[in-house]
């Protein structure tokens, strides 16, 4: 496992040692969108209204503040990124997002478009939406605020923002497929060895 500090606008050169399992460390412009926000892109086909190219994309909604005309992020924690699925490899396609952040893990379809686009995707866990909150430096713009606080494009400034562990990356891998695959050997290797127990008891039994 390595680590690794990058800064938007990311590069292809950016990510390409990049490899599952490694931590970043990111500072720079990052861009929030959940679910209303990618039907929007996707199945309206509606371009966002800020470049989304080389940036990073959080799933997340934020508890906001506002005191004297400027937005402040109170705390902001992570959404499930596999509600995004059905929308990610054409969202990527479309915005040339760079780094995608969220909770949990994401599937096929997200792991090719990150191989065809050259794009990566981290986890920040959830349960941690004051930490979150805390490496925000500045509210740059909001976008989108008729879909409601939660769910529009909060462009956010932040610094170290981290650590983020990659569950996909450039090449495609998917740490949900390697887990997966884990699980079903660790599975077959546990039936293997019942099966064998039993066959002992029984022949215990039969010779008794």
Request: hydrophobic share 45%.
């Amino acid at each position: 496992m390595k680590e690794y500090w990058i800064e938007t606008p990311i590069s292809v050169e950016d990510l390409a040692e990049i490899r599952v399992g490694d931590r970043i460390h990111l500072s720079g412009i990052v861009v929030t969108a959940r679910d209303l926000a990618h039907k929007r892109v996707v199945e309206q086909k509606v371009a966002p209204p800020i470049d989304l190219d080389g940036l990073a994309l959080f799933h997340a909604g934020p508890i906001v503040s506002k005191k004297d005309g400027r937005w402040r992020i109170v705390a902001i924690g992570s959404t499930t990124s596999m509600r995004m699925e059905e929308y990610e490899d054409e969202f990527i396609k479309r915005t040339g997002v760079r780094l995608i952040i969220g909770k949990g893990f994401m599937g096929k379809k997200t792991a090719d478009a990150c191989r065809r686009y050259r794009a990566i995707v981290a986890l920040f866990p959830g349960g941690c939406a004051a930490i979150a909150a805390g490496k925000i430096v500045e509210v740059l713009g909001v976008y989108w605020l008729d879909l409601g606080i939660p769910e529009a494009l909060w462009v956010l400034k932040v610094e170290d923002f981290g650590p983020l562990t990659v569950t996909i990356d450039v090449t495609g891998r998917n740490f949900l497929d390697m887990r997966l695959r884990e699980i079903e050997a660790a599975r077959r290797e546990t039936l293997r060895c019942l099966r064998m127990e039993l066959k002992e008891i029984l022949k215990q039994q039969h010779e008794s």
